[in-house]
């Protein structure tokens, strides 16, 4: 059958506009505005995602708020947030992983304890252990570095280490992780300190130079790989609460974190999930 060419341009511009309405379509299901509540270490890797993620979709809009002193899974219960940001699970809403974290232990570069088992890191911040001496290290009495009850990372080493409610009265509490790491770098004597951090800090801390370093646990060095495969025991889980009634949009965000875009911007603050 001969097709003329008035056929062939009306069926190229039939294709065109149906191409043309379908994007119009799929860009109008991403759209509309998320807020985004927390208040831990993770401010960095979401205020990264979010933008990205507003690049990806010119009519999504993403608000972080973050406050040291916020209960995000409080503001999505009340709707004042759409995500909350955590490390563990709640009743009631819906958990998303996004990342792991792992959760180093720093001392001073001078400090020469080779290495801890889980139960001693125990031990040392429940005031059983006080002299870094009775874990082969220096003859210096510890300091010990807690942080805020309401942090994600505190949180989760509670839980691992079976320390809710048992952590020594003399600890001496920091909220930030650049605070962190100056403490356990310049305390005197240099050899007492000890903190736990989200491992990208501290990683970044010891390329940098900083006179610190990374307290091998059970055995394994506290490093990206052993983290995304589970080596390390103790990691955490970057988790998006939300609300049961998961929203297109929602949606959109959670999977644009697990994009390869995505996770490539995770890697520069957490470790990235392993592909399935």
């Known amino acids: 059958m001969h097709t003329s060419l008035g056929q062939i341009l009306r069926f190229t511009w039939l294709t065109v506009l149906l191409v043309a309405l379908s994007l119009r379509l799929a860009a109008a299901e991403v759209s509309g505005s998320l807020v985004i509540a927390g208040n831990g270490p993770e ?6 995602l979010a933008r990205a993620f507003e690049k990806a979709n010119p009519r999504a809009y993403v608000d972080v708020l ?5 209960k995000p899974i409080d503001m999505v219960k009340s709707g004042q947030a759409t995500l909350a940001v955590t490390g563990s699970e709640e009743t009631g809403l819906t958990a998303f992983q996004i990342a792991w974290d792992g959760i180093a ?5 001078s400090n020469f304890t ?3 088992t889980k139960q001693e890191v125990s031990d040392l911040y429940s005031g059983k252990v006080k002299v870094w ?3 082969g290290g220096p003859d210096t009495r510890i300091l010990l ?3 805020p ?4 990372n505190r949180d989760a080493f509670e839980q691992q280490l079976g320390l809710a409610g ?6 001496k509490l920091i909220a930030k992780d650049e605070k962190v790491i100056k403490t356990v770098a310049g305390t005197l004597p240099p050899l007492s300190a000890v903190a736990y951090l989200s491992l990208g800090q501290a990683l970044e801390a010891v390329a940098s130079g900083v006179p610190v370093r990374l307290l091998p646990v059970d055995k394994i060095e506290p490093e990206t790989p052993t983290v995304k495969d589970g080596r390390y025991p103790l990691r955490r889980p970057v988790l998006l609460l939300s609300a049961n009634d998961t929203t297109p949009l929602i949606a959109a965000f959670q999977q644009f974190a697990l994009s390869d875009d995505g996770q490539k911007i995770i890697s520069d603050f957490y470790t990235p999930l392993a592909k399935k």
């Open 43 to 48: 401010s960095g890797a979401i205020e990264a």
């Open 66 to 70: 973050w406050d040291d002193n916020s």
């Open 105 to 109: 232990i720093m001392v001073h570069r």
């Open 114 to 116: 080779k290495e801890v």
């Open 133 to 135: 001496a009775d874990l």
């Open 145 to 147: 570095i807690d942080r």
């Open 149 to 152: 009850k309401n942090q994600n």
């Open 166 to 171: 048992k952590i020594a009265d003399g600890a």
